[in-house]
């Protein structure tokens, strides 16, 4: 089915960019993945309000939560067969070891050992998928881990690395303004930049975190990530304008309203003419 949606998409695109254009001195995405966390809880416990079902017919590539920070094996063997069910690109979600803190707390380790866990929370997504027919997609690093990647240089060139030797073509989630991006780009591994739709930025292109995000507002989300592939724009805490570029846009299946945020934005963006796709997908329309 996206084969299909790339040719029909190489055809139309009359810029020499294919996953953008320029329109009036602005860049516009015309192609982009909606990627969400899925399966985090454990056991019988959920994080989060919207049922991983629901969410999982808004996006186009799905991050499982591989058993450190979140998930276990009968969560991601329920939530893998139904990314393969709605045809979601599958990825593995990656955390320290810290269920009590839901892996949003920094563990004082080394590199080799960080990368270790990783690759072994890989392993088991994987497998999994092997087991529904459904090929690993990407990786992307769950939250401390995330924010840890970005800015430690040797944890993301060893990752990439040991990423790169079980398979060349899997791709990293990551911030535009970090480590993990810079050397996924030395080393020729391929890259997904992310756009965070429901969390807020800063004027140096940093993502706010905040332990507990209220309620939000949809339709607001939904044309802030409408602007950003228009324009590549997104409005700072602070009220100024900066330049964001990215090739997915994430939002957080525990954020109040999840799956009425997912349908929102997928809704303005197919409203708009802009694919919402896998972002293997994305890449090779590049």
């Given at each position: 089915m996206w084969y299909l949606i790339i040719e029909l998409y190489k055809n139309v695109t009359r810029s020499p960019c294919s996953g953008h254009q320029k329109f009036q001195g602005r860049v516009m995405r015309n192609i982009v993945d909606l990627n969400?966390?899925?399966?985090?809880g454990f056991g019988h416990w959920v994080l989060g309000e919207a049922p991983d079902e629901q969410l999982m017919?808004?996006?186009?590539?799905?991050?499982?939560?591989?058993?450190?920070?979140?998930g276990d094996p009968n969560s991601m063997d329920r939530v893998i067969k139904l990314a393969n069910h709605y045809g979601v690109g599958l990825g593995a979600h990656p955390g320290y070891r810290d269920l009590q803190g839901f892996g949003r707390r920094f563990i004082d380790t080394s590199p080799e050992e960080l990368v270790n866990?990783?690759?072994?929370?890989?392993?088991?997504v994987r497998e999994f998928g092997r087991r529904h027919g459904i090929r690993l997609q990407h990786v992307k690093p769950h939250g401390a881990l995330y924010m840890e990647a970005a800015r430690n240089e040797d944890l993301s060139r060893l990752m990439i690395e040991s990423l790169a030797a079980i398979s060349g073509d899997l791709i990293v989630?990551?911030?535009?303004?970090?480590?993990?991006?810079?050397?996924?780009?030395?080393?020729?591994?391929?890259?997904?930049?992310?756009?965070?739709?429901?969390?807020?930025?800063?004027?140096?292109?940093?993502?706010?975190?905040?332990?507990k995000v209220g309620r939000l507002d949809p339709q607001a989300i939904a044309e802030k990530c409408l602007r950003a592939c228009r324009e590549g724009k997104v409005t700072t805490v602070e009220g100024t304008d900066i330049n964001i570029e990215f090739e997915s846009i994430c939002f957080h299946s525990d954020t109040p309203g999840a799956v009425e945020i997912g349908r929102a934005i997928?809704?303005?963006?197919?409203?708009n003419n802009i694919t919402i796709a896998p972002s293997s997908a994305v890449i090779e329309a590049a």
């Open positions: 969400c966390d899925m399966g985090e017919e808004l996006i186009s590539s799905a991050n499982i939560a591989a058993g450190f920070h979140a866990d990783i690759i072994y929370q890989v392993g088991a989630y990551c911030m535009d303004i970090s480590k993990t991006y810079d050397i996924a780009k030395r080393l020729g591994h391929p890259v997904v930049r992310e756009f965070y739709a429901d969390r807020d930025y800063g004027t140096d292109g940093s993502i706010v975190f905040t332990r997928r809704k303005e963006l197919t409203a």
